[in-house]
Nanobody, 123 residues
Framework: QVQLVESGGGLVQAGGSLRLSCAASGRTFSAGWFRQAPGKEREFVAA????????KYADFVKGRFTISRDNAKNTVYLQMNSLKPEDTAVYYC???????????????????WGPGTQVTVSS
């Protein structure tokens, strides 16, 4: 069983930046970031494959967020720029435990989840 732990969340003003990290206790393959705001369902943010060569983003973060990974460190990152108040949510990282070509946007497709990190963007 692989454990995931997110870090890097916090309070930032609108227009600011944060970099989230997701450290895994073991090897993972495709990875993704999701978020959940109060009273809303968890939604897909970004995903990338094991090699880091293929990515997918939700429309509302395209051009602002970048997902990347360092497999030597078993860590996935989410660089968030030009943050908006509507980006306020708990951000979760997720990972697949087996190799797959597809980049998954559905939470149910992922095998491992972190506990989440709060991101709050003030106006």
């Amino acid at each position: 069983q692989v454990q995931l732990v997110e870090s890097g969340g916090g309070l930032v003003q609108a227009g600011g930046s944060l970099r989230l990290s997701c450290a895994a206790s073991g090897r993972t393959f495709s990875a993704g970031w999701f978020r959940q705001a109060p009273g809303k369902e968890r939604e897909f943010v970004a995903a990338l494959n094991w090699g880091g060569s293929s990515t997918k983003y939700a429309d509302f973060v395209k051009g602002r967020f970048t997902i990347s990974r360092d497999n030597a460190k078993n860590t996935v990152y989410l660089q968030m720029n030009s943050l908006k108040p509507e980006d306020t949510a708990v951000y979760y990282c997720a990972a697949k435990g087996r190799l797959a070509v597809t980049l998954y946007v559905t939470a149910a497709e992922y095998d491992y989840w972190g506990p989440g990190t709060q991101v709050t963007v003030s106006s």
